[in-house]
């Protein structure tokens, strides 16, 4: 298990941009996966973006070109997600999640608001 706190939201201009970083209670360099989910007010969690221990990535795709996630290389316990050109419907709360291992409990962190609006 690793405990997982988000920060980064916040309210930014349609076309700005933002980066979020999840610190882990632990190092996830090893994790098997990990990645960043949305929820908007009255939908449901979605996937953003997921990075796999092996460096496969892959992104949704309504924010393909635009957000990129990463690992910190210089700190083995901090996932980021930069997010660029942001829009109106990229508002809702971001999620950080982590699978340390296939077959393992997922661990999900308390969430960031982010609100693109003008």
């Known amino acids: 298990q690793v405990q997982l706190v988000e920060s980064g939201g916040g309210l930014v201009q349609p076309g700005g941009s933002l980066r979020l970083s999840c610190a882990a209670s632990?190092?996830?360099?090893?994790?098997?996966?990990m990645g960043w989910y949305r929820q908007a007010p009255g939908k449901q969690r979605e996937l953003v973006a997921l990075?796999?221990?092996?460096?496969?990535?892959?992104y949704a795709d309504s924010v393909k070109g635009r957000f990129t996630i990463s690992r910190d290389i210089a700190k083995n316990t901090v996932l980021l997600l930069q997010m660029n050109s942001l829009k109106p419907e990229d508002t809702g709360v971001y999620f950080c999640?982590?699978?340390?291992?296939?077959?393992?409990?997922?661990?999900w962190g308390q969430g960031t608001q982010v609100t693109v609006s003008s």
């Open positions: 999640n982590a699978l340390l291992r296939v077959g393992a409990i997922e661990n």
């Open positions: 990075i796999y221990r092996s460096g496969i990535i892959n």
């Open positions: 632990g190092s996830i360099f090893s994790a098997y996966r």
